[in-house]
């Protein structure tokens, strides 16, 4: 058993250590995930089993940040000395004694199977000590957390002593305990985190990015054994290993790198143009042209797909190139419009030196700002969708009608008067997934680190709800901006609080209609009582229901508390900070709809709303089946809950049926999904049925 313990510890930590390196390598923001800590947490170099007293991962971060990690599969609260607990404390103890930096974090990264003591209560005092250090003292604890908190306090003060010779006093405890941070992440096989680290992996460029994964966990067993430390240069070493070599098929002098825009070289010097022809005899034009005046000015004015000329003129500009290969590149592959035509070039004289002219160079690092400042290079300039395809073009804008700006569109997005400065190949970028192809993984990622608390809920209560299908009831009534004063605390068995939440959130109320909740709730809580089935809530999902429902719900860290009585209580930031879920309820979600009409995508009167779009062929084939036809069909991220609601309110009125992850068998009876019910619709005919 110890072994097949340690195994899945040091697995864990493996994959930590992958995700550090992903989220290195694409600098993504870990302050969305540590939330306890306000800095941007971007990773400049990860350290593997580190000499420091923390020795399991060290995040060096921009701005001189030091983030310090223990990695604990599981952990429980103990004062035992040979504890996983204890020698964390200690580690944070000696650290925290020899502190070199005030921007120096400790944490205590872990599974939600560790103990609630742990992901709960230390976590509510770390981020209550964050934002007020008097928060302890001003808001009385339940038993689990005073326990949580004197175990705690106890240890840091005998390891203070032991490490530095003289006590601690309760100002170097709040101190220290502002240090800390708990994160959760269940980054192991089919958990939330390593679907968020394939969607990192899939926004790069990797094709199979449960591969690289693998590679990676394997690979940070060897970091760790050879204690290295992986800077960025290192890191890019090791990814674009596993990268296509095409990963630039341009001209040589106009790169375009996959994530980051290539600083130069660019064309500046001249313009390519092909046009309407006004010679006689001939249907188009090719012809160059001069960019700048001597006083390094504009020559050429560019407005609604026209060329302005000189005379007030205007040619009706076909396509706009940098160079004379983008053009020769643009005829080949159009090549059924230009056959048989007659088309005639009408070359600039002398243009072949002016791009080493001072306003060609001058005109160059402007185009070289400009792309260092595009943060997002696969996003479309025009259409602000994603590009995942082999159908990029870079380009510059800088008609009359556009901002100046230098990056990536797709080529049914490209106007004629954008100046094409080359072309991009995504690797492993899987052609036949038409339905990704516009797809934004990171905006995904970065919505599912805090999303879907709903679906997450319901998916580790899966034995739950084996073999049946679970309804989800919406309400209609949610208050997005609630600044009521007043909510509910309910007062449980073991003299411990909870609160009345909706959407993970405690609920705000007026004075008024808390008390008529409370009515309410006392009501059935005496019914079920007759029933010797009463209300009570669960200790760390804080799922309310009666006991015996709860009964099947319920993990071995979860204890059953009964609900001894309600009251209305005034409402506090400080307290919601602290018990809150910072999360959306329902977002991310996806819906289908037709890429070339963008109209929704329906089966029957079916919505199907997918939780996971990597998932996504499993639904397909499932479907096809069915004989329903799903060419062409593209993926729209819901990002937040007030769409979702707004989505809903459509679907409802239009008597349509909204599921989350439907399949079918061959008889279209839903054998698998979550099928969403309008909760107040429901309760209103309970109600009159209740009547009759």
């Known amino acids: ?34 939330d306890q800590i306000e800095d941007e947490l ?34 429980s609260l103990s004062q035992n000395e040979s504890s996983d607990f204890y020698k964390t404390i200690e580690q944070f103890v000696k650290q925290f004694s020899k502190l070199s930096s005030a921007k120096e974090f400790y944490g205590i990264v872990t599974t939600s199977d560790s103990s609630a003591k742990i992901t709960n209560d230390l976590k509510k005092m770390a981020v209550s000590v964050k934002l007020n250090p008097e928060f302890l003292k001003e808001n009385p ?69 449960e591969l690289i994964w693998s590679i990676l966990i394997k690979n940070t067993l060897f970091y760790s054994s050879q204690r290295l430390s992986i800077d960025k240069t290192k890191l890019v070493a090791i990814f674009e290993k596993y990268l296509s070599d095409e990963s630039i098929t341009d001209d040589s002098d106009e790169p375009f790198k996959t994530e980051v825009i290539s600083v130069g070289p660019f064309s500046a010097a001249k313009e390519v143009l092909i046009i309407n022809s006004f010679v006689e005899d001939f249907d188009f034009l090719v012809v160059e042209l001069f960019r700048f005046n001597d006083d390094c000015s504009m020559k050429n004015v560019f ?39 007659h088309i ?103 919505l599912i680190i805090k999303g879907q608390g709903m679906m997450n809920g319901i998916k580790s209560s899966s034995s739950f709800f084996a073999g049946r299908v679970a309804v989800i009831g919406w309400n209609s009534n949610e208050e997005y901006d609630a600044d009521y004063s007043y909510c509910i605390k309910m007062i449980l068995e073991d003299n411990s609080t909870s609160y009345v939440y909706q959407r993970g959130k405690i609920e705000r109320l007026n004075k008024s209609n808390a008390i008529k909740q409370i009515e309410i709730f006392e009501k059935k809580q005496d019914e079920f009582k007759k029933l010797n089935d009463p209300f009570c809530i669960l200790s760390k999902s804080k799922t309310v229901s009666v006991y015996s429902e709860l009964l099947k719900l319920k993990t071995t860290e979860d204890k059953i508390l009964e609900i001894v009585n309600y009251e209305v209580c005034r409402y506090s930031k400080q ?55 799903t060419d062409g069909i593209e993926l729209k991220i819901i990002k937040n809950d007030r769409d979702f609601d707004n989505y809903m309110r459509i679907f409802f009125q239009d008597e ?9 068998d061959q008889n279209f009876n839903l054998i698998k999904g979550y099928p969403i019910e309008d909760f107040v619709k429901l309760k209103k005919e309970r109600e009159e049925e209740d009547k009759d």
């Open 141 to 209: 604890l339940n038993e689990s957390e005073k326990e949580c908190l004197e175990k705690t306090q106890r240890i840091f003060s005998e390891i203070y002593f032991k490490v530095n010779n003289e006590k601690p006093n309760e100002e170097k405890f709040k101190s220290f305990l502002s240090k800390i941070f708990v994160c959760i992440l269940d980054v192991e096989t089919g958990k939330t985190v390593e679907i968020a680290a394939f969607m990192l992996l899939r926004s790069i460029g990797f094709k199979k990015p």
């Open 656 to 664: 349509m049926s909204p599921i989350i992850d439907p399949l079918f």
């Open 344 to 446: 005639a070039i009408i070359p600039a004289n002398g243009i072949e030196n002016e791009e080493e002219t001072e306003c060609s160079i001058l005109h160059k690092s402007l185009l070289e700002e400009l792309a260092s400042k595009n943060k997002n290079p696969l996003i479309c300039l025009h259409c602000d969708k994603a590009i995942n395809n082999n159908n990029a073009l870079l380009v510059e804008l800088d008609d009359i009608e556009t901002k100046r700006n230098v990056g990536n569109v797709h080529k049914e997005c490209l106007r004629p008067v954008d100046r094409i400065l080359g072309i991009a190949t995504i690797p492993g970028v899987d052609g036949d997934k038409q339905y990704l192809e516009y797809f934004d993984y990171k905006l995904w990622l970065s």
């Open 1 to 34: 058993m110890g072994g097949q313990a340690t195994n899945s510890g040091i697995d864990y930590q493996q994959r930590i250590a992958a995700w550090c390196l992903i989220n290195q390598y694409t600098e993504f923001d870990l302050s969305t995930y540590f």
């Open 575 to 629: 307290i919601a900070k602290a018990f809150d879920n910072d999360i959306s309820w329902y977002a991310p979600l996806c819906l289908l709809r037709d890429s070339e009409e963008e109209t929704l995508f329906t089966i029957s009167n079916v919505v199907p709303i997918l939780s996971n779009p990597l998932e996504f062929e499993d639904y397909f084939d499932n479907w096809h089946r069915l004989g329903v036809n």
């Open 303 to 341: 407005a609604n797909n026209k060329l302005i000329v000189d005379n007030d003129d205007e040619w009706n500009v076909i396509q706009r190139f940098a160079t004379m290969t983008g053009l020769n590149r643009y005829l080949l592959e159009n090549e059924g419009i230009f056959k048989d035509k």
């Open 42 to 75: 971007i990773i400049k170099a990860v350290h593997f089993e580190t000499e420091s007293a923390i020795d399991d991962i060290n995040l060096n971060c921009k701005n001189n940040i030091h983030v310090l990690l223990q990695v604990k599969r599981s952990i």
